[in-house]
Every structure is written in C-alpha cells, then in structure tokens.
C-alpha cells in the first residue's frame, strides 16, 4: 500500500520497540529466538534483538531495497544477533516450531488474506511461543482540528485499499483474524495502543510525511491507477495536510489494535 518511498521509511525509522511493541516487551526474554515479519528498516527489529540477546534474530521484508538498508542499520548497531533478509510472509523459509516469538507491525492491513499469514506465523512459531500483531485502524483515527481535507483523505485511503482488497481497519479485526487463524481463544490476549501527535515537531513531522505520501508514495500511485483520484486531488490533499500541521492546536491520534496469541 504504501510502498517504500522516502516519506514511508521516514515514519519507519521513528518506530522503536517501545512506541510500537510496548504490549510485547513483558513477554520477551534473553535467549529467545525471533521472527519479525515486514521488517521494514529495522529499527524496531534491532531493538527487539537487544531484548532477547543473545537470541537469534531474523527479519524479513518483501522488498530488497529495504533489507538493504535494515542491515547497514544492524551493522552501525552492533547488532550481532540479527540478519535480514527478503521473505514472503505466506510462505516463510523456516521449519515448524522454530521460533518463540513471530512479531508483525503494521503488516496484515496490506495483505489480502491476513489470515493465511497468520496460519503461517503460527506455523512456525514452537508450542508455548507468542505471535505478536499490531495494525492501526484508520477509522478510529482522530484530529483536531477539524479538517474537511482530513476527511477526504481518510474516505481516500479507504476506497484505495478496499481496492486493493485489503483492510485499512485492521486493527480492531485482529482478535477475529487470530480466532479464524486457529489460535485457541484461551491463550490470546488482546489489548489497543496510541501514538499521538500534538506537539509542535512532531505535528510538523507527522504533516510533512503524509503530505509528501500523499503525492509521491505508492499510495498517490495507486489511488491514480484505481480511478480515485487525480494529481491535483492529492495536491489539494497535501496542502490540506501542511495546513493541518500548521494549526497550533492540532492533535491527531493512531489507534492501534493489538494481540498476543499462544501457539
């Protein structure tokens, strides 16, 4: 859905284990291994690797570009304990039970069948080992103040992945997919997370990035190539953006669903 544009790797730097896996990090322990799948750059995956060191861990990624980057990110880290390499996260390239913890941020609202990769994350995860899932879910996002440009984006967004077949609500079917995936009701536990952007840098940064996502990611592609909109559309829509970040009031809010599921 969103590709990896400067504007996406940008918000996927920002992302540690403790603004984006805090719900996972009670479960963690040294000499655990690890899967994180859709890795991204890293940043996330290389802090998990420092919680379960010496554990083994690997991160894996559709694009090669990207796992590129992930490794420099490891190596200037001094991560020792984890490798990266490309992956499909329906048919992952390890035996059965090999992992105590399979983690996936922001990662079944692109797929078309989140459920067939969860199936697939339990496969390999060993009996007794957790996988961890959390997506955001664009309808339960919030702002202020006000923007009609905000909304237009948001109806946007959503007509762009139903056309993709996949789901910008994903967070809060999570416990459903999880359920359908075969995981015992017993052994799951889901919970929520927020990211909010209130202040001053970080509105000016959250604006900026979708602003630019707007008109040069894979999501202003995609939203021509499906119909849904054209470039002055999406201009109008990045300007409402920067006008949004620009407001000394403005607030916006991601929620997150989230789940810990026993294999």
């Known amino acids: 859905m969103h590709g990896h544009h400067e504007s996406v790797l940008r918000s996927h730097r920002w992302r540690t284990a403790e603004n984006s896996a805090a719900y996972l990090l009670p479960v963690l322990e040294p000499g655990q291994r690890l899967l994180d799948v859709g890795c991204g750059p890293g940043t996330v995956t290389i802090d998990l690797a420092q919680r379960v060191a010496p554990g083994e861990v690997h991160g894996i990624d559709a694009s090669s570009a990207v796992i590129e980057i992930a490794r420099k990110a490891a190596a200037d880290a001094g991560a020792l304990n984890v490798t990266f390499e490309v992956g499909d996260a329906y048919e992952l390239a390890f035996?059965?039970?090999?992992?105590?913890?399979?983690?996936a941020h922001q990662v079944l609202q692109h797929l078309t069948d989140p459920v067939a990769a969860l199936r697939e994350m339990r496969r390999v995860t060993r009996p007794g080992g957790v996988v961890a899932v959390r997506d955001s879910d664009y309808s339960g996002?919030?702002?202020?103040?006000?923007?009609?440009?905000?909304?237009?984006?948001?109806?946007?967004?959503?007509?762009?992945?139903?056309a993709n077949g996949a789901e910008a609500d994903a967070g809060r079917r999570l416990l459903q997919w999880v359920r359908e995936a075969g995981f015992d009701p017993a052994g799951v536990a889901p919970s929520a997370g927020v990211w909010c952007y209130a202040t001053p840098?970080?509105?000016?940064?959250?604006?900026?990035?979708?602003?630019?996502?707007?008109v040069a990611s894979n999501f202003a592609q995609q939203a021509i190539a499906h119909g849904l909109a054209d470039e002055v559309g999406l201009e109008q829509l990045a300007d409402a953006w920067h006008e949004w970040g620009r407001q000394p009031d403005g607030w916006f809010a991601v929620l997150h669903g989230e789940v810990l599921a026993r294999a």
């Open 141 to 162: 996002m919030t702002w202020f103040p006000p923007s009609a440009g905000l909304d237009e984006w948001s109806a946007l967004y959503h007509e762009v992945t139903q």
């Open 201 to 214: 840098q970080d509105r000016a940064w959250w604006a900026g990035l979708w602003a630019d996502r707007c």
């Open 95 to 103: 035996d059965d039970d090999t992992f105590d913890v399979v983690h």
